[in-house]
């Protein structure tokens, strides 16, 4: 790979269509059988039946459903953060009050998202977080995520790692897109783990 990393985001972008492809395939029973098997096996984690915050995120088309989580926590007394995308693909932060806080806002020629109604908290406030569960298209053996290549994960990462803060890293992800090796630049960071319908699976930390 180069210097400038281009080779790695050829690669990333091609693969970022297959994984959309295959999602693209999925039906709305296929969408609600995996949303409900991924909350429970989420729920097992020991992180998150001790977080106090969890900052996660509303899944929207064919993405892993999280909602059925983000009530259980809820439920739980857990404090759930949700992002709110930026102009500059920043992310800023909103308490979850349940699905009826919801709201749905359209960016640009984006998708539009689902993001938390009422007070903004700042982009800083995941720095509080115990979880930090995160989108994505795959991951592999070593813990390298890909995302959807907006950068705006990256900036949470990069956030984080200032503050010195050091939450569990999650990602959710059906079980196809956990993969052996997908391409990765120096500022790309692991994380912890994986949550699919069927497992989780653990990652060293570097």
């Given at each position: 790979?180069?210097?400038?990393?281009?080779?790695?985001?050829?690669?990333?972008?091609?693969?970022?269509?297959?994984?959309?492809?295959?999602?693209?395939?999925?039906?709305?029973?296929?969408?609600?059988?995996?949303?409900?098997?991924?909350?429970?096996?989420?729920?097992?984690?020991?992180?998150?039946?001790?977080?106090?915050?969890?900052?996660?995120?509303?899944?929207?088309?064919?993405?892993?459903?999280?909602?059925?989580?983000?009530?259980?926590?809820?439920?739980?007394?857990?404090?759930?953060?949700?992002?709110?995308?930026?102009?500059?693909?920043?992310?800023?932060?909103?308490?979850?009050?349940?699905?009826?806080s919801l709201?749905?806002?359209?960016?640009?020629?984006?998708?539009?998202?689902?993001?938390?109604?009422?007070?903004?908290?700042?982009?800083?406030?995941?720095?509080?977080?115990?979880?930090?569960?995160?989108?994505?298209?795959?991951?592999?053996?070593?813990?390298?995520?890909?995302?959807?290549?907006?950068?705006s994960y990256?900036?949470?990462?990069?956030?984080?790692?200032?503050?010195?803060?050091?939450?569990?890293?999650?990602?959710?992800?059906?079980?196809?897109?956990?993969?052996?090796?997908?391409?990765?630049?120096?500022?790309?960071?692991?994380?912890?783990?994986?949550?699919?319908?069927?497992?989780?699976?653990?990652?060293?930390?570097?």
């Open positions: 790979m180069t210097h400038s990393g281009r080779p790695a985001e050829t690669d990333k972008r091609r693969l970022r269509r297959e994984f959309i492809s295959v999602r693209s395939r999925l039906t709305a029973d296929d969408l609600r059988e995996t949303a409900t098997e991924l909350a429970g096996r989420a729920l097992e984690l020991p992180e998150l039946a001790h977080a106090r915050v969890v900052a996660a995120y509303v899944s929207v088309g064919s993405e892993p459903g999280t909602l059925a989580l983000l009530d259980a926590l809820r439920a739980r007394g857990v404090r759930v953060l949700l992002p709110a995308l930026l102009p500059d693909n920043d992310l800023d932060w909103g308490t979850y009050f349940g699905q009826d709201v749905r806002v359209q960016h640009g020629g984006k998708m539009a998202l689902f993001e938390p109604g009422g007070e903004r908290l700042g982009p800083d406030a995941v720095t509080g977080a115990d979880v930090v569960l995160l989108p994505g298209l795959a991951v592999d053996a070593r813990g390298m995520r890909l995302g959807r290549g907006g950068g990256d900036r949470v990462l990069a956030r984080l790692e200032r503050a010195q803060a050091r939450p569990a890293l999650v990602v959710l992800l059906y079980d196809s897109e956990v993969v052996e090796r997908v391409p990765a630049e120096p500022h790309d960071r692991p994380v912890n783990a994986v949550v699919t319908p069927s497992r989780v699976r653990r990652f060293q930390a570097s």
